[in-house]
């Protein structure tokens, strides 16, 4: 049985959005070996708890809405686009539901700002267009690079990707495509960046901190998110949309399905 992998719909402001966007999505999942369930926003919390616990991991994908500030205590700025409480919601079970049991997750764009929030990180709510225009779009195949860090787990996946070079200081280049106006700011707790724009020093990913294999653990205070093989990123950029021209795409989604793979998901009743 392939994995499955729950995605929400990605917003309830803009049903178009969700109609071209969302497939692509499926469609990456499908491709890389996983059963793509989608997960509607407009769910009761018992019958998304259901749903939930028949997946084998998580996407959390792009929105065309913005997090709201106050759950990183920040006033608003004219800039922040609407928000959308049921995505959010939605995103802050799948998260504490993929905590609990050690389930994979992938944030994409809003997705990736949404797992920083959660744990407590805060954003930038309107990134300047120079000297980066990081809300390029999707009609721009690559929008800029970045810089990955060599120790990150997001190295690992990449190190031997044709599409990453080798810098003289040890991080990795990728060349990706953008569409974000807002970023992380203040990385969350448990949370470590993995990879930042070179130009503006934004940062484009972050992820899980591995715990230090050095250190000693209390099985009863043993944490399942901080299992040494969990598989929690995010991302900034949109690897759905080039994962046909890409194998760096192809890399994270093939990496979600991987560490979906061992989990035995409670069946729907």
Same mark, same amino acid.
């Not at 309107?126 to 721009?140: E, F, I, K, R, W």
């Given at each position: ?27 990456? #999942?499908?491709?890389?070996?996983? &059963? ?8 009761? =919390? ?10 084998h991991g998580f996407l959390l994908p792009?929105?065309? +809405? &913005? ?11 004219? +800039? ?5 409480? =049921?995505?959010? /919601? ?26 920083? #929030? ?12 120079? =000297? @980066?225009?990081?809300? *390029?779009?999707?009609? #721009?195949?690559?929008?800029?690079? @970045? ?12 190190? *031997? ?24 700011? #203040? ?24 715990? &230090? ?10 944490? @399942?998110?901080?299992?040494? /093989? ?13 994962? &046909? ?21 409670? =069946?729907?009743?």
């Amino acid at each position: 049985m392939n994995p499955k992998i729950g995605i929400p719909t990605p917003t309830t402001i803009d049903p178009a959005y969700n109609q071209r966007s969302w497939p692509a999505y499926a469609a990456a #999942v499908s491709r890389a070996g996983g &059963d793509p369930i989608e997960l509607p926003l407009t769910l009761p =919390p018992a019958n998304l708890e259901a749903l939930a616990a028949t997946c084998h991991g998580f996407l959390l994908p792009g929105s065309p +809405a &913005d997090v709201n500030p106050t759950l990183y205590d920040t006033p608003r700025l004219p +800039a922040c686009g609407p928000q959308d409480a =049921p995505r959010e /919601q939605t995103d802050f079970f799948l998260l504490t539901h993929a905590a609990a049991t050690g389930k994979p997750l992938l944030g994409i764009c809003y997705g990736c700002q949404s797992l920083n #929030v959660f744990h407590g990180g805060s954003l930038i709510q309107d990134l300047s267009p120079l =000297p @980066v225009n990081h809300a *390029a779009g999707a009609s #721009v195949a690559i929008a800029h690079s @970045v810089l990955i860090a060599p120790s990150s787990t997001l190295a690992t996946l990449l190190t *031997a990707n044709p599409e990453t070079t080798a810098e003289a200081t040890g991080l990795l280049r990728l060349p990706v495509n953008t569409s974000h106006h807002q970023s992380v700011a #203040v990385v969350g707790k448990n949370l470590r960046i993995a990879a930042r724009c070179p130009d503006d020093d934004i940062i484009e990913a972050i992820e899980l901190i591995p715990p &230090d294999p050095q250190q000693s653990h209390d099985p009863k205070l043993f944490h @399942v998110e901080q299992s040494p /093989q969990r598989l929690l990123l995010g991302v900034q950029w949109h690897p759905e949309r080039s994962y &046909d021209i890409s194998p760096a795409s192809r890399a994270l989604f093939q990496a979600l399905i991987t560490a979906a793979q061992p989990f035995t998901p409670t =069946p729907c009743t």
